[in-house]
């Protein structure tokens, strides 16, 4: 069977790890084309596993040992580049966001649609992660009962000064909007955001931690703690509180000791990678399989979409202080006729 070969636009610390992973941990898949406006970084890169440095990312995308496209670029370059794949007809993982407005985001829902085949899937790697998945069976299965309340936390140990309180809901928060609409299968109505102290490592006028409040569909709450310069670890934990009992993920991702003295010991982990590593390498796998058929195998456009719709909301009611409504548009219906209509089949499809 043919490798897939892939376009990785963007090899910043995230494209990178991508990189990385699809060179060495991936069956079925091959990076043939690496892109940045950085050209060292993206020839240091490339040479590291073979492949070839197209400087231009449209160029890239239409490249002839181009059968799919990994978007790991600044959120403000998706738009044009995710039309790009679309416009090829090849599928696409891009990192979130989809795009960085509302409007956008939705005209390429609909464009979609208009094809009639998924072959957009958005980078919420959360969903492929073993707790996360664990934590959705419960709930589908009824082990605990109609859910009430989602309760998560969410910090790192430190960030740049740039990361404001608006780029903590558009970059961080949006794990967790992303999260609630996964484990309740349901739609975000509102978004609050409670501002308190802030610490002092923060950079003047920017709130952390902050306490964002969401309100679902049903009437669901769900409040996310966001602390970005903790000075700790990385920790994200999630507990979901039913009628019929709750459950905590993320609490024992390392090994916790009880000591003689009676205290707890562990390590919690210090990046993303540690927390986050195995349920990335499945989401491409996932990725890659789909995409050797020519469709996708996780979140797509409509999730994307309405992740930026809630963001969107969370930043005005971080600027107003007051509930902001979330203002979702009617999800685009797919083209019967042309859903039958499938990108080539990239399995055994070349020699």
């Given at each position: ?164 309180s608006e780029f903590m809901i558009r970059d961080s928060v949006v794990h967790e909007v992303d999260v609630a609409r996964f484990l309740l299968d349901e739609e975000i109505t509102s978004v609050q955001v409670l501002k308190g102290v802030a610490t002092s490592t923060a950079p003047a006028g920017t709130y952390d931690p902050m ?141």
């Open positions: 069977m043919s490798d897939l070969r892939i376009a990785v636009l963007g090899v910043g610390m995230m494209g990178a790890f991508h990189v990385e992973a699809l060179s060495k941990r991936i069956r079925g898949a091959r990076v043939t084309v690496v892109s940045d406006f950085f050209a060292d970084k993206a020839h240091e890169i490339a040479s590291s596993v073979g492949a070839r440095v197209v400087s231009d990312p449209i160029e890239a995308i239409n490249a002839e040992d181009v059968d799919a496209v990994l978007i790991a670029t600044p959120g403000a370059a998706h738009d044009e580049q995710v039309n790009a794949c679309l416009d090829r007809g090849i599928p696409v993982l891009c990192e979130k966001p989809l795009t960085t407005d509302i409007a956008s985001a939705f005209a390429i829902t609909q464009r979609e649609a208009s094809l009639g085949r998924q072959l957009i899937q958005v980078g919420f790697m959360r969903r492929f992660d073993a707790e996360y998945v664990g934590l959705k069976k419960l709930i589908t299965e009824g082990a605990l009962g109609n859910p009430l309340l989602v309760h998560c936390t969410h910090r790192n140990p430190a960030v740049p000064d740039h990361f404001n306490i964002v409040v969401f309100e679902t569909e049903s009437g669901r709450l769900v409040t996310d703690e966001i602390y970005v310069r903790s000075g700790v670890a990385y920790e994200v934990r999630t507990e979901v509180v039913g009628e019929g009992g709750s459950a905590v993920i993320g609490l024992d991702q390392n090994l916790q000791v009880k000591t003689t003295d009676g205290r707890w010991g562990g390590q919690i982990t210090p990046s993303f990678v540690e927390r986050f590593g195995a349920a990335y390498d499945t989401e491409l796998q996932r990725w890659v399989d789909a995409a050797r058929k020519g469709t996708i195998d996780g979140p797509g456009t409509w999730d994307g979409y309405a992740a930026v719709a809630v963001c969107e909301a969370g930043v005005e009611a971080l600027r107003t202080g007051k509930k902001v409504q979330v203002q979702l548009g009617a999800r685009p219906a797919v083209d019967d006729e042309r859903s039958g209509v499938l990108a080539p089949d990239l399995e055994g499809a070349r020699p």
